[in-house]
């Protein structure tokens, strides 16, 4: 008899931290071994019978809108905001943003690339599977010497840094500071700051990432568990922001005028209170920016920001910090590691 796990599942539209929007998922149908076929497939989904809520459990194979391509993967990695909802999720609900495999079945509309072309993968959901339907512009071809598991630590930590820089235009000379520095969106974005000929900043709330920080390319380190209003590196042209908190409410008077301050994550706190007449008074014609990555791949697809990214790895410019790097039957403990911040960098885990 098939396992029923369809009660608990909703099509509903969803929203989260890390911006995902309406899922066009199939339900899942989760059945036992007795009934296992070659239509079905192994797949991370949230069982709140299992420890840690994450288990490999069968599901059906992908069915593939006619843009989109199945991805064999080989690689994921994990991202706060996806581990973060599935301690809550409904029972069914399949996370996973990004990966990275081969490509198994070419797109129905002839988009993308061809079969047996080794890649990166970013949907909305459900990517921590044996097999993904992938839209073609979310994905991008590995150069030869980029490994799977570097290009599977791009899609949403890489690209959350690239639109967050792109939000201070040239930065040739100007001056960044990225908060939440040791975290995998903070390391690429000072990497990428770097690379733009930006002076970067650094906010870190403990000394024992500054090696890394400074490896990464932050010329300053900015210590402490609260970022101090007054700093011999401040004003900066662009803050890129992800603790929020008394964080965000620092960023604010701390940036420079015309500067923007790109608030994409809440890891400290979601309430802020700030001093509007400094931010008005001193940092005139600065904003406030709300980044959410799934909006800004509206105007400009997933596969252009992910080439340029892989590009950057294959040139040893960008090079992803993996801290840890597991086969996928141990995701409820490497999940659990992430949210204790038990590691710093990227995990990747392997499929199959
Ligand atoms: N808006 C979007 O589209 C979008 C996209 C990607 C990510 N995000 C969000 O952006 C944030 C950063 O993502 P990430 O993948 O870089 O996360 P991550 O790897 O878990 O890193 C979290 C970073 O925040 C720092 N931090 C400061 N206060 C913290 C606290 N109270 N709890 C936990 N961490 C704290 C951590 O410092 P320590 O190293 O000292 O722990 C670390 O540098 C997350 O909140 C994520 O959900 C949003």
Request: hydrophobic letters at 45%; a negative charge.
């Amino acid at each position: 008899m098939p396992i029923e796990f369809r009660s608990g599942y909703s099509n509903a539209p969803c929203q989260d931290e890390a911006g995902e929007g309406e899922s066009n998922d199939s339900l899942p149908v989760f059945y036992s071994k007795e009934s296992f076929s070659m239509s079905n497939i192994q797949a991370v989904v949230v069982d709140p019978t299992a420890s840690g809520r994450l288990a490999l459990r069968e599901v059906n194979s992908p069915t593939p809108l006619p843009n989109e391509a199945i991805v064999r993967v080989a690689a994921i990695s994990l991202n706060r905001g996806e581990v973060r909802r599935s301690t809550t999720a409904e029972a069914g609900w399949q996370p996973g943003w990004d990966l990275a495999g081969t490509i198994e079945t070419v797109a129905a509309d002839g988009s993308g690339p061809s079969q047996g072309t080794r890649v990166v993968g970013f949907v909305r959901s459900g990517g921590w599977g044996e097999l993904v339907a992938v839209p073609t512009n979310a994905i991008a071809q590995l150069p030869e010497s980029v490994s799977f598991a570097q290009a599977s630590t791009l899609p949403v930590a890489g690209l959350t840094a690239y639109h967050v820089l792109k939000q201070g235009g040239l930065l040739l000379g100007k001056s960044v500071l990225v908060t939440g520095a040791s975290g995998g969106v903070g390391h690429f974005a000072i990497q990428l700051a770097r690379l733009s000929g930006a002076k970067v900043a650094a906010h870190i709330r403990t000394p024992d990432y500054e090696a890394l920080v400074k490896a990464a390319g932050a010329q300053a380190v900015v210590l402490g568990e609260d970022l101090p209003l007054e700093s011999e590196h401040a004003p900066y042209d662009l803050v890129a922001e992800s603790v929020g908190g008394k964080t965000l409410s620092a960023a604010l008077g701390s940036v420079a005028q015309d500067g923007v301050v790109v608030s994409f994550g809440t890891s400290g706190g979601n309430e802020v209170t700030f001093n509007a007449q400094r931010f008005y008074g001193v940092s005139n014609g600065a904003r406030l920016y709300a980044l959410m990555l799934f909006h800004e791949l509206k105007h400009e697809s997933a596969s252009v920001g992910l080439q340029r990214l892989l590009n950057l790895v294959a040139a040893e410019q960008l090079k992803p910090h993996i801290a840890l790097e597991a086969p996928w039957t141990q995701v409820a403990d490497v999940a659990q590691q992430l949210l204790d911040r038990k590691f710093v960098g990227k995990a990747v885990l392997h499929v199959g």
